[in-house]
């Protein structure tokens, strides 16, 4: 095992991956080859849990994570999109500065979409009002935005990274039986690319004031599971979720049972950039030895 | 043929197409399993073009960007990416606000990254400083952001959209028959998905002051085509452009040829939901009819 700092210095030293700017990184090379078989197995996965596919774009409207309560839950993560005034007084000051950057901030209109946190919200919104007579499932991928603050690591906490989520809504029944069906998938997967792993009970870092006692309230009931592996150093690493939101979504989006009572929504989530650092934490550098490891992909759907 | 407004009426109508916040569209049906399958034509047109891929991010560099000139160029159409303050009290105030998307102006931090306006600027950033021996070609797809205004058109205008490029970095003449190539490319695509197209010389929005005269010698030296494609009502859409950059980009990022001078680049670039779009105005909504119109991508490689 070759733990992730090295990986991670080794591609960079070969070149295959670099930083555009803090927190954003770019592959190219073998690795990103990797990249893609992994991405095609996860999509194909996916794809056969669910009934449809969406195509989202990259950005969330305010009103949506409001009604998510996403700003009572996650404020410190969020990223937003600013386009620039169209003044044109404020960008001659931008496109005449020596230093631009330096300008942007009395030059941007105020913000008026979220780069997606998480991918699944797009579901939620787009199903908003819909009475579900039988559970739904839905696939979609997008490149979130997480600010966790400035101690990014490549591949392992990126400001920009890429999820890939299938969501559920139906009954408690169909969304229980979901959440076991997701768990199959995600511990079926890391043993096809030979990955030792553990599920873990987990809730997400919501935002004060009533943070802990949804926290743990989170915990006590089960309703976050991840998936982790080892990344080295005695580290592991979160790279798919098993989140059973209960009435949360069915309730801030009027999804609705026959009988008129909000559906239960439940989602599976898989971090693409971390499947690939923990395979190569554990399988290294070499293309042989990934060639190896990826050889029941074909043979064991 | 359909004018453009009637299919995205009749795509809205269905369910297939949903504005999620003004300028930024999800496709889900028939419609998004054939940008699937324009996608994919498209990438295997350009990594038969190109000798390697990159991966990016979905953001730049402020230093990447005016390195590029861009900022004087084109500063009206940018987008920043800006993630909240760290500050506990400005973040309180957004999570306990009855309208938090009001509260977020005073709670954002300085804008840290843009959101790529073009996908090429990355290959240019992540060449810089090289000395190429023979020419270099390669291909890489984002999501890009402009915000021309905000008469958005769904497929036609967003403010986020997909864009696949193939990048040449080498000397004056292999740029030269790069372009070319690149004509037959875009030619060849359209006439394999039987829209009929018009090829036209073309400038860029240059922001003032010296906007007029950037875009009078662009056009009078042919350094920027377009394949355009009808989409009804008398109007037409670009879908593809070639880009001869002389050595701008050179220049901007030491990209040198063996002999210490600037390197040319060169750039086609494929705008996704564009084709999508012409190619439903062209054929309609039916899938039936897809499938012939498509029949010949796999026949005719």
Chains 1, 2 share one sequence.
């Not at 733990?3 to 210095?9: G, K, Q």
């Not at 392992?156 to 890939?164: K, L, P, Q, S, V």
């Not at 096809?192 to 997400?204: C, H, I, K, N, T």
């Not at 989006?253 to 009572?261: I, K, M, Q, S, Y």
Request: aromatic share 8%.
């Amino acid at each position: 095992m070759r733990p992730a700092e090295d990986v991670v210095a080794a591609l960079s030293a070969s070149g295959q991956l670099w930083e555009v700017a803090p927190g954003l990184v770019g592959l190219r090379g073998p690795v990103l080859g990797l990249l893609q078989k992994m991405e095609r197995e996860v999509t194909t996965l996916a794809r056969r849990g669910a009934d449809e596919e969406w195509s989202v774009p990259p950005a969330l409207s305010f009103a949506t994570l409001a009604r998510s309560a996403y700003f009572a839950s996650f404020p410190q993560w969020l990223t937003v999109a600013s386009h620039l005034t169209v003044d044109p007084a404020c960008l001659q000051r931008v496109a005449a500065a020596a230093e631009p950057a330096a300008e942007l901030g009395g030059a941007l209109a105020a913000p008026e979409a979220a780069l997606s946190p998480a991918v699944c919200y797009h579901a939620y919104a787009g199903l908003a009002g819909t009475t579900f007579d039988r559970e739904r499932r839905l696939t979609l991928q997008s490149t979130c935005w997480r600010h966790e603050g400035d101690r990014f690591r490549p591949l392992e906490r990126g400001w920009a990274f890429t999820m890939r989520e299938v969501v559920c809504v139906g009954s408690t029944d169909a969304v229980s039986r979901f959440l076991e069906q997701g768990q199959t998938w995600i511990t079926g997967l890391a043993r096809r690319l030979g990955l030792p792993f553990q599920l873990e009970e987990a809730s997400d870092p919501f935002f004060a004031p009533t943070a802990r006692g949804r926290a743990l309230l989170q915990r006590v009931k089960g309703l976050k599971r991840e998936l982790t592996l080892p990344i080295g150093g005695g580290r592991s690493l979160a790279v798919a979720s098993l989140n059973d939101h209960e009435l949360h979504f069915g309730k801030a989006f009027a999804l609705r049972l026959p009988d008129g009572e909000p559906a239960s929504t439940a989602c599976v989530a898989f971090g693409l950039e971390r499947w690939l650092l923990a395979f190569l934490v554990q399988h290294g550098l070499e293309p042989e030895a990934w060639s190896e490891a990826l050889a029941s992909l074909e043979e064991e759907p």
